[in-house]
């Protein structure tokens, strides 16, 4: 997770997102940084993680982003959303 990332939103570290936090976190890695390049496996991950809590957009995007993506890079996405969810637990919204 990037510097920029983890000063958006704090909160990650302690697993204490939710659906819609989750889904900016996806929009942020998708575009470039100041660096020129967008993080494609970050946001996939995050778009992943805020589909699974109903979020369409971030369905909507990943499905988006899988097209742009080859077989292992999608794989690396999901390890890392799985390993996010091994050790933190998302927040429900509301």
């Known amino acids: 997770m990037s510097a920029t990332i983890i000063a958006a939103a704090p909160s990650a570290e302690q697993g204490m997102l939710n ?3 989750m889904y900016r976190l996806g929009l942020e890695a998708s575009v470039e940084s100041d660096g020129g390049r967008s993080d494609l496996i970050a946001a996939h991950k995050w778009f992943n993680l805020a589909a699974m809590l109903g979020n369409a957009e971030a369905r909507a995007y990943r499905a988006e982003l899988a097209r ?3 077989p292992d890079e999608i794989a690396e ?4 959303a ?6 933190r637990r998302p927040r429900m919204a509301g």
């Open 68 to 70: 742009e993506m080859s």
């Open 19 to 21: 659906g819609e936090e």
């Open 82 to 87: 799985r390993e996010f969810l091994a050790t």
């Open 77 to 80: 996405a999901q390890r890392l």
